[in-house]
Nanobody, 120 residues
Framework: QVQLVESGGGLVEPGGRLRLSCAAS????????MLWYRQVPGKERERIAV????????SYVDSVKGRFTISRDNVKDILYLQMNGLKPEDTAVYHC?????????????WGQGTQVTVSS
């Protein structure tokens, strides 16, 4: 079955950086878009980045554009999110998700999430 396992979260000071990873299994990774979402308690889950199956097309929400980079390794079946210039408002649980086609904004499976806390 589809499994998505995130790692790499933690506590970082404002202006710092983190790289999140998402290990995928149970499906043909290279054939599907992958997405990153984040969620703060009491707020709706926010989609922040998407990457196409081959990896050549990406899209970001305005609040992270220029600071975050989504990428993927289709040999190792791992999705990444490089986060630079972190701000306190980036504090959230970050989830990776599998898309339903090679590129798009709909997801059908999510990982359990990894906590990112930006604080001094």
């Amino acid at each position: 079955q589809v499994q998505l396992v995130e790692s790499g979260g933690g506590l970082v000071e404002p202006g710092g950086r983190l790289r999140l990873s998402c290990a995928a299994s149970g499906f043909s990774f290279r054939d599907y878009a992958m997405l990153w979402y984040r969620q703060v308690p009491g707020k709706e889950r926010e989609r922040i980045a998407v990457i196409s199956g081959p990896g050549g097309t990406t899209s970001y929400v305005d609040s992270v554009k220029g600071r975050f980079t989504i990428s993927r390794d289709n040999v190792k079946d791992i999705l990444y999110l490089q986060m630079n210039g972190l701000k306190p408002e980036d504090t959230a649980v970050y989830h990776c998700a599998k898309g339903i086609q090679w590129f798009g904004y709909e997801s059908d499976y999510w990982g359990q999430g990894t906590q990112v806390t930006v604080s001094s």
